[in-house]
């Protein structure tokens, strides 16, 4: 096995600038997952669970709440701008950091594209004389500025968009709330009479809620980056502490929350597949221009997603760099620790460059060349999640024998619990290889893990000789 060095090596220093605050990471991961796979894409959850689907949204939270708590151990403790990739480089070998490492790089890069077009075409339907790709183009330009100037930049718009997110789910659960207990103007007490009707809370047995938690689990993808932002705040390792605590508790209170008020509400056979299931709520409780509103909290939910993106591909392909596993070139800052000082511009640019390519296929070949592009990094979120588990358990002895003050934040039970997740991931997979829909996704994100994977083993035997 490839050595590593240990693990409080101190190593040198980041030569990013620390223009992240606290508030920017709290936000960061609390809006980092709330996007248009909640508003929009929850519907295909309750289209196949009924109201279990809170039990799915349960399962999956669950799951991704413990590989955070386990990130997060490992960030706090090792705080660095590749997060989880020099996690498992240290963990696992080389193969494994450089693995994960551009497996989560190209998958921003592609599904930046899907959110460029996304927000682009609901832009389009506003200003019908402005071409979709006219505003592809100027997301992009906007957002790559953003991201080559000033770190804080990039927090300030995250923390705006998350914010207005965040406003827009707590709105909405007030509302919601109201028109339970029948407060609202027109409306009477609901009761549990959509929970146990139209076929009981089980409509579709648990095949539906497995089915259901194969659909959601992928809608929380999007934690990660605070970890990857920690390396860039005053106090990486209380900060990233501080933003995992925080944020998974939050975020499954959202996500699980408003799918309790959506299929308490409203029958859940009232759901309409490509609608979002909050504007059909919004709209029997009497809220005017419900899908105006709703799509415009859409679109930020797109630009933040994709502003997040960039800015996560960008400082991920850094860290490959410091490592020699990208080109060295791409290690450039721009000058100074303040202002607009500490900016990986090549890296950004490299990611956006890729960026575009993709986005230019979206729209050109979106059911060919894109299609085959988004499937191969379909699941690769899930194998990421599972190195970080495979990481922490290598990692946590190590770190109570070599330095055990370290060890700010500790993941639940171990090592029952990362066992657990692991079990539960591999199931995941499993269960979407038997899903006829799922399945080209994990086929084809297999194989390009495999390509990686062999590129990392080359290199590595090549080095040794």
Not at 2 to 7: G, Q
Not at 250 to 261: A, D, K, T
Request: glycine residues 12%; proline residues 5%.
């Amino acid at each position: 096995m490839h050595d590593v060095p240990p693990t409080h090596s101190p190593g040198p220093p980041e030569p990013l600038a620390p223009g992240l605050k606290q508030r920017h990471l709290t936000m960061l991961g609390l809006g980092g997952v709330i996007g248009a796979g909640l508003f929009v894409g929850s519907g295909a959850g309750i289209a196949v669970a009924g109201p279990a689907v809170v039990v799915s949204y349960l399962i999956a939270g669950a799951l991704v709440m413990l590989v955070m708590r386990m990130l997060g151990e490992m960030s706090a403790a090792m705080p660095a701008s590749g997060s989880f990739s020099v996690h498992a480089e240290r963990a696992l070998g080389r193969w494994a950091g450089f693995g994960v490492g551009w497996l989560y790089w190209f998958m921003l890069v592609v599904v930046l594209a899907v959110e460029a077009t996304a927000a682009a075409q609901i832009a389009h339907g506003w200003v019908p004389a402005v071409g979709q790709w006219l505003w592809v183009l100027l997301f992009m330009v906007v957002f790559t500025v953003a991201n080559l100037t000033a770190v804080k930049n990039f927090g300030e718009f995250e923390f705006w968009f998350a914010a207005l997110k965040v406003a827009a789910i707590v709105a909405f659960l007030v509302l919601g709330l109201l028109a339970l207990l029948g407060v609202l103007p027109d409306t009477g007490p609901v009761g549990q009479a959509n929970l146990t009707g139209q076929g009981g809370f089980l409509p579709n047995g648990w095949d539906g809620v497995v089915s259901g938690v194969l659909t959601v689990v992928f809608a929380f993808g999007g934690l990660e980056v605070v970890t990857i932002a920690a390396a860039e705040t005053d106090d990486p390792a209380r900060a990233v502490g501080r933003a995992v605590r925080s944020a998974v508790v939050r975020i499954l209170f959202f996500y699980v929350g408003s799918m309790l008020v959506i299929v308490t509400v409203l029958p859940w056979t009232a759901q309409q597949a490509g609608l979002s299931p909050y504007v059909k709520v919004l709209d029997s409780i009497g809220v005017p221009s419900a899908g105006q509103i709703m799509n415009i909290v859409v679109f930020v939910a797109l630009l933040s997603a994709l502003n997040a993106n960039l800015y996560g591909s960008s400082r991920m392909i850094f860290s490959l760099a410091e490592r020699g596993e990208a080109p060295r070139g791409l290690l450039k800052v721009s000058g100074g620790r303040g202002g607009g000082g500490g900016v990986p511009r090549r890296a950004v640019l490299a990611s956006v460059a890729f960026g575009f390519v993709s986005v230019l296929l979206n729209l050109k070949w979106p059911d060919t060349v894109f299609l085959y592009m988004l499937n191969s990094v379909g699941a690769v979120l899930l194998f990421v999640w599972g190195l970080i588990a495979a990481s922490q358990l290598r990692l946590r002895r190590r770190l109570e024998r070599e330095a055990p003050g370290a060890l700010a934040l500790r993941m639940w039970c171990f090592p029952y619990l990362t066992w657990v997740t692991l079990a539960g991931l591999l199931a995941v997979l499993v269960l979407m290889l038997t899903d006829d829909a799922a399945r080209p996704q994990v086929l084809w994100s297999a194989g390009a893990t495999g390509l990686v994977l062999l590129v990392a083993g080359v290199r590595e035997l090549t080095a040794k000789r």
